[in-house]
């Protein structure tokens, strides 16, 4: 569907157009261009892909649920780009990824749980499973319970987006961003020392 929708240039075309003088666009010039241009849609797909399904797969904790959702991003992104007025573009992507992010885990949430296939597949023990599977529901639990901006630092963070990426995202210095990280990691460890997961 991504192919249909960025005008079914294969990468080798792509490529072609972008050595013919796209690949030193700025992401706004991108975004402009994009609204007629489906090179210029394609470039901002394959800018942006590698963190926004890093994003989303931290934030969904599931594979399939993870390229769902940025799919889904990208759709709204397409359909978005007559709104775009220019500013900060990452900024602007982002916001639509979070509101995808939280949509679908609130329709997630409504659905029953099912059994993981890695539990019925042969593999590491179940046990084993299980113990990580607390740990990762506890360190969630405690990144819930940090302040927004530090708590997107850390997922955008841990969905290896760059300290400039990130910064652009949530429209502060990099040197912020690294502070926020820093006061972040404090308070988790304040966080799990008190729910004893760590001594």
């Known amino acids: 569907m991504i192919i249909f929708l960025f005008g079914g240039l294969s990468r080798e075309q792509a490529a072609m157009r972008t050595e013919d003088g796209r690949r030193n ?3 706004i010039e991108l975004a402009l261009a994009a609204r007629t241009d489906a090179l210029a849609l394609t470039q901002l797909y394959e800018r942006y892909f590698a963190a926004i399904y890093s994003y989303c ?3 969904l904790n599931d594979t399939e649920a993870a390229e769902d959702a940025t799919s889904e991003v990208f759709l709204k992104l397409v359909a978005g780009l007559s709104g775009y ?13 979070h509101n995808v992010v939280v949509d679908v885990a609130r329709r997630r949430s409504a659905r ?3 059994l993981p296939d890695t539990l019925l597949a042969p593999g590491p023990d179940p046990e084993d499973l299980a113990i990580a599977d607390a740990e990762q529901r506890e360190l ?5 319970q940090l302040p927004d901006e530090q708590r997107t630092v850390m997922e955008l963070g841990c969905a290896d987006w760059p300290v400039h990426r990130i910064a652009e995202a949530i429209g502060k210095s990099s040197a912020a961003v690294s502070m ?7 308070q988790l460890r304040e966080i799990m020392t008190k729910r004893g997961q760590l001594r």
Not at 91 to 97: E, Q, T
Not at 140 to 144: D, F, I, N, Y
């Open 112 to 114: 029953p749980v099912a």
């Open 85 to 97: 007025r220019g500013g900060t573009f990452a900024a602007w992507l982002y916001r639509i990824a």
């Open 140 to 144: 969630r639990a405690a990144l819930a």
């Open 25 to 27: 666009e700025t992401d």
């Open 180 to 186: 926020l990280r820093l006061r972040a990691i404090h």
């Open 57 to 59: 797969y931290v934030r």
